[in-house]
């Protein structure tokens, strides 16, 4: 059984950088495509970004483009969300999740598994 663990979340000023690292367990995750989430309080879940099992395909919300980079790496079983220029507005929850394929369209959460979440905020 696959199991995800977030980290990396904590406090940070407007404009400063966290990099969130989702750890698999349990199972490799070289033939699962990963989704970032996010979830503020009182909001429904936000598809942030998504990643196909190999790498080489990737997808983001608007509203991250540019600021947001996802990368895995396979070897350590781990995919990394790289977080710069952040925002108040993308203080959350955030989540990662997987499931076995990849799909470039919309980044809806119809993924199979999901970690605890680790908390991001972003005030001065």
């Known amino acids: 059984q696959l199991q995800l663990v977030e980290s990396g979340g904590g406090l940070v000023q407007p404009g400063g950088s966290l990099r969130l690292s989702c750890a698999a367990s349990g199972s490799t995750l070289d033939y699962y495509a990963i989704g970032w989430f996010r979830q503020a309080p009182g909001k429904e879940r936000e598809g942030v970004s998504c990643i196909s099992s190999s790498g080489r395909s990737t997808n983001y919300a608007d509203s991250v483009k540019g600021r947001f980079t996802i990368s895995r790496d396979n070897a350590k079983n781990t995919v990394y969300l790289q977080m710069n220029s952040l925002k108040p507005e993308d203080t959350a929850i955030y989540y990662c999740?997987?499931?076995?394929?990849?799909?470039?369209?919309?980044?809806?959460?119809?993924?199979?598994?999901w970690g605890q979440g680790t908390q991001v905020t972003v005030s001065s």
């Open positions: 999740a997987a499931r076995g394929y990849y799909n470039p369209g919309p980044i809806t959460d119809t993924y199979d598994y």
